[in-house]
């Protein structure tokens, strides 16, 4: 990143003698800038001329200042007089004089994005005031997502509000775009929104998942970050077999499906007893896609105790559930 580099004790020293000699003029007739250049628009590497031209100069100590658009930061002196405050070579000036009119003229080599700006022509009338002109430069440069003004990943509970923000910086102004991943339908309907913030309001659980925000001004390529909106809610249990057969002496899974966010505890049991691992059961738990959780319960050879009905019972945050499964006898052994 291209910084602006200021000789500090230079410009101490031109200030002191600037205001020292303006306030010794004598001028019947005040100085005036009579032109200034327009507005600037150039490419990075390009250069730019800005043009400052004054009237009735006299002795006056003419200055190039340079500030941020919305003037949010301390301003850059750049030159006094004839003498650049900055040290790097990409910028030149150049002073000329003639039956008391000047032309003050600041070139920039090599653009860079950080030379976009307010360029203030500056007459320095005494201590206390000053006669100025500004010329704005803009720079064309890609869009840049800034980094400090979104979140990689936001969590709501479902029902809640959810404000998914993007901004960006670029010349000419980027345009914001939102879609979700494989285009899925956004929330408030569409495959596309325009804007720097998308707001979901009364979040469902479907509507978790990627969102992917673009910043693109027709320069370079867009920029795109990724935002994982993460929706809270409770557990709900689906039985893929609420009734199941087996035979004395084979072994037997019972399982349900469970989908919740955060992921939930799950636990088993028989007769309002828990079953644990071990002895004539194996507990086993498979995660999947979409915050769902497939637990098992493998019985090892099935006894006349087994049989009766099995309760699954899953936990989270928000709230819990349970559903219930039955295992009874059958004649012929069942295989899967």
């Known amino acids: 990143m291209w910084l602006l580099r200021v ?33 600037q628009i150039k490419d990075i590497g390009e250069q730019v001329t800005l ?21 949010t930061k301390e301003s850059n002196i750049i030159s006094l ?39 203030e022509c500056q007459i320095l009338v005494n201590s206390t005031s000053k006669i100025t002109k500004t010329v704005e430069l803009q720079v064309r440069h890609p869009p840049i997502l800034l980094e400090n003004q979104h979140t990689n990943t936001l969590t709501k509970a479902e029902g809640e509000d959810a404000q998914l923000v993007c901004r960006a ?43 992917y925000c673009t910043a693109d001004n027709g320069v370079g390529r867009p920029d795109t970050k990724t935002i994982t909106l993460e929706v809270e809610f409770a557990p709900v249990i689906r039985v893929p077999r609420p009734k199941v057969a087996q035979a004395v002496d084979y072994d037997i899974d019972v399982e349900c499906v469970v989908q919740a966010f955060p992921a939930p505890s799950i636990a088993w049991y028989r007769d309002g007893k828990q079953i644990h691992n071990g002895g004539s059961y194996s507990i086993s738990q498979i995660g999947s896609p979409d915050d769902v959780t497939t637990s ?33 006898e059958s004649v012929i052994p069942v295989t899967f």
Not at 51 to 71: E, L, M, P, T
Not at 92 to 110: P, Q, S, W
């Open 7 to 39: 000789n500090l004790p230079l410009i101490t020293t031109l200030l002191s003698v600037a205001l020292t000699l303006s306030s010794a003029q004598q001028a019947t007739t005040s100085p005036s800038i009579v032109f200034i250049s327009p507005e």
């Open 51 to 71: 043009n400052c031209s004054i009237a009735n100069v006299k002795n006056y100590i003419i200055g190039w200042q340079k500030s941020n658009r919305d003037r």
């Open 81 to 119: 007089g004839v003498q650049l405050a900055v040290t790097e070579d990409r910028f030149r000036l150049n002073f000329t004089k003639e039956n008391n009119n000047a032309n003050y003229v600041l070139e920039i080599h090599d653009i860079v994005n950080t030379d976009a700006g307010l360029y």
């Open 169 to 211: 910086e670029g010349y000419p102004r980027p345009t914001i775009s939102w879609r979700r991943e494989y285009n899925a339908i956004l929330p408030i309907g569409g495959q596309t929104f325009t804007g720097n913030e998308l707001r979901l309001n009364g979040l469902r659980r479907e509507d978790r998942g990627t969102y």
């Open 296 to 328: 098992v319960v493998k019985v090892h050879s099935v006894a006349a105790e087994h049989y009766g009905d099995y309760v699954c019972k899953a936990t989270n945050k928000v709230g819990q559930a349970e559903a219930r499964l039955n295992l009874f």
